[in-house]
């Protein structure tokens, strides 16, 4: 069992994930009225058995849970939240906009699979491991039901009996937000700012284009508020959070220029498989490594330093090389 005892009477708690971050960090706070949890991780067995153990060494029942928020909607922190629903009957909040995709992608009569084989194959992405892809995204549907049903949340929550600031941080997903306690000052981060790896920026069919660019804006909004801990969802909590950030922007401004040297007639698939060459990569790995790639390529592109020289697949070059 993976427990801990934090500030404002809360509990980090690491569901187990079957990735390699090992941990997805939800939180519990206890209320004069009841539990809060904040994230629920991916639906498989582990994950639901880690909940019940938890709830058994606390001495709750489902029911004493009435509230559920998420950071975002991403399946290893959404993925198990329609069954936590289920179970606890709590009423779940998130940013309008992750709610909408979650309904988008793994909704009755979603396209987000045929969407993203054609986004891949726009980007030359050759047709044997675009369908391997999808293959892979159509598995990672069962860890996602049944779906949750989300409220929109509002700009205030109540964690452990105090007031929490909502900060809207799009970029690792559209609707991505922290929570702030100012007294505390502390943020519960989701995946915005991760104490070893990058946090993934991507671009996905149906969401925004322009992910970095708001990532890169989030990050200086967080910069803004005095914060001496971040308690990420995954890996140990930021204390380091100014140098975190300022690392964080530094990585993708070397990755902006290094992928900007490689746009030289190629197409997406060909620059990733020049920035993934150290690593084997599965095909779920793939669909990651390109979605990124394509984050990184509009945000030089919407910079004016590459063009888009072809179509069909799509060819870039560098603005100076045109
Ligand atoms: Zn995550």
Known sequence: MNIEKIECGGYRIGIPVPFPMKYVYCYLFKQDDGYVMIDVGLNYR?????????????????RDIHTIYLTHFHPD?????GWMQQLTGA????????????TRVWGEGSSQVEKMKEMVLQHGVPEDLADGIAEHMEKLHKNMLPLPFPNPIGDKIELGNKQWSVIHTPGHSAGHVCFYQEEEELLIGGDHILERITPN??????????????????LRKVKAYSIQKIYSAHHAPVLNVG????????????RLAYIESLADHQTTYEIAKVLFSHRELNPHQWRFAIAETIAHLNYLEREGR???HRQDPIVYVRY???
Do not use: C, T
């Open 46 to 62: 582990e994950a639901r058995d880690a909940w019940l153990e938890i709830f058994d060494h606390l001495g709750l029942v489902p």
């Open 77 to 81: 922190h959404s993925g198990l939240s």
């Open 91 to 102: 009423a779940l909040y998130m940013h309008e906009v992750d709610a909408e995709m979650i």
């Open 201 to 218: 920026i991507s671009v996905w069919p149906g969401a925004s284009q322009h992910p970095l660019h708001e990532y890169i804006d989030s």
């Open 243 to 254: 140098e975190r950030i300022a690392e964080l922007i530094y990585h993708h401004e070397e």
């Open 306 to 308: 590459i063009l888009k």
């Open 320 to 322: 100076d090389s045109n």
